[in-house]
């Protein structure tokens, strides 16, 4: 088995952690933590808001030293943040202290460990099967989502919230620093190999970290990286809103609470289905049409849930969602390797995902204050599928994003300048 694979699956584990432990667990200790502190539901709130500012603030730093430092070693500082936060958490006294820990130092772990660390290194290790590579290490997103938030609310029935955060620290550590210590590698040329399926591993090297070196001093005037930034921008944005708001839309409508929570957990499985999905076709299919497709089964059923109520019609909205978000992630990671090349891959992810994560936070807030104004959740998804809209046109003119010639994998695509 070729090598590269191995570093798949640390990298799924990878992107399980950061994501389950920061994005899914967070709700499950608002209740406990703020009844023992005495806290308000906004003071609550505070944590995910400093976290998503330290994620637009470090991701540009992560990006940088993913290419220029030993990916082992800020894979072990990023799994050591993860655990510190957690057990700072079980040690706070206040709710301040628990906004620092969640916010600060776990977020420093999740930019580590979520997409621009895992993708940075996966994508250097495959060229031939790197979309496939990146579908697969995506999957740990979704398996992350329906294991850890379980293993906690166990482990908080069982222990209490405090030794439930301590127990998951400990587990952070067990699961991650192992395999990253005997596994994890920079480069393939660390263990003598070259990327899989790449013809002149050398030659291709140096053609890209040249013309990468060239080109990233103009990276935030390049028409591609605008044009890929904003259509990932929205599909982040319209996702959240969607787990945010679709139970609360479904209730609203006479469903349930029990079927309509069920309604979240279609979404996660088709998740999984779309990016297994997805690593089938990845390496043969133009990347930019990935991407438009996405917005299309994000934006059709938010449009239509707006005049069809039916549960059965939210369920396949929910799947619809679920495949747009199983493609998109491992699609974005795929198409700016072919774009720009491995060399400079985490500079690149590293400038464009603050640019999502700000969209992501003013569509919040404008999701909730049309909802306020209308007392509808019409206005809120008519909204967010004409922002869909707006990021497939924007999307449509780029240039690029089909599998170059296999004596050019791996190398910067011309085109990536010229959309």
């Known amino acids: 088995m070729f090598y590269g694979w191995r570093i798949v699956i640390v990298a799924a584990v990878a992107m399980a952690l950061s994501n389950g432990m920061v994005s899914y667990s967070y709700g499950l200790l608002v209740l406990p933590v703020g009844t023992e502190f005495g806290a308000s539901r906004m003071e609550m709130m505070w944590g995910l808001t400093v976290s998503s500012l330290t994620t637009v603030l470090i991701s540009p730093l992560v990006g940088s030293l993913m290419d220029r430092r030993p990916a082992r070693l800020l894979w072990l500082v990023g799994a050591a943040c993860l655990a510190l936060g957690m057990a700072l958490i079980a040690a706070a006294r206040n709710v301040w202290q628990f906004v620092v820990a969640f916010g600060l130092i776990m977020a420093i772990g999740a930019a580590i460990l979520g997409p621009i660390g895992t993708n940075t290194l996966v994508a250097r290790w495959f060229a031939k099967h790197r979309g496939r590579a990146l579908a697969l290490t995506a999957l740990g997103t979704s398996f992350g989502g329906l294991t850890i938030p379980l293993l906690l609310q166990t482990l908080i029935d069982a222990r209490g919230w405090r030794n439930a955060c301590l127990s998951l620290a400990g587990i952070a550590l067990l699961v991650m620093v192992p395999p990253v210590w005997l596994i994890v590698r920079s480069r393939p040329a660390d263990l003598g190999l070259q990327p899989d399926g790449q013809a002149d591993a050398a030659h291709a090297a140096g053609a890209a970290a040249r013309a990468s070196e060239e080109r990233l001093p103009g990276l935030m005037t390049d028409a591609a990286f605008w044009r890929i930034a904003l259509a990932v921008g929205a599909l982040m944005a319209i996702f959240t809103v969607i787990l945010a708001n679709l139970v609360p839309f479904a209730i609203g409508h006479g469903v349930d609470p029990k079927p309509a929570a069920l309604l979240i957990s279609a979404v996660s499985l088709a998740g999984i289905s779309g990016k297994l999905l997805f690593s089938v076709f990845a390496d043969r299919v133009n990347l930019k049409w990935a991407l438009l497709v996405a917005l299309v089964l994000l934006g059709l059923p938010l449009a239509a849930l707006t005049v069809v109520h039916h549960y059965w019609f939210m369920v396949l909205a929910a799947i619809s969602v679920g495949l747009s978000a199983g493609a998109f992630l491992p699609a974005w990671g795929a198409l700016l390797a072919r774009l ?80």
């Open 340 to 419: 720009f090349g491995p060399a400079i891959f985490g500079r690149v992810m590293g400038r464009m995902q603050p640019i999502a994560i700000v969209m992501v936070m003013l569509a919040m807030p404008l999701s909730g204050l049309l909802f306020d104004r209308t007392g509808s959740y019409s206005a809120t998804f008519l909204a967010m599928a004409g922002v869909a809209a707006l990021a497939f046109l924007v999307l449509l003119p780029l240039q690029g994003g089909s599998r170059p010639p296999a004596a050019t994998i791996g190398a910067p695509s011309t085109e990536a300048g010229g959309a």
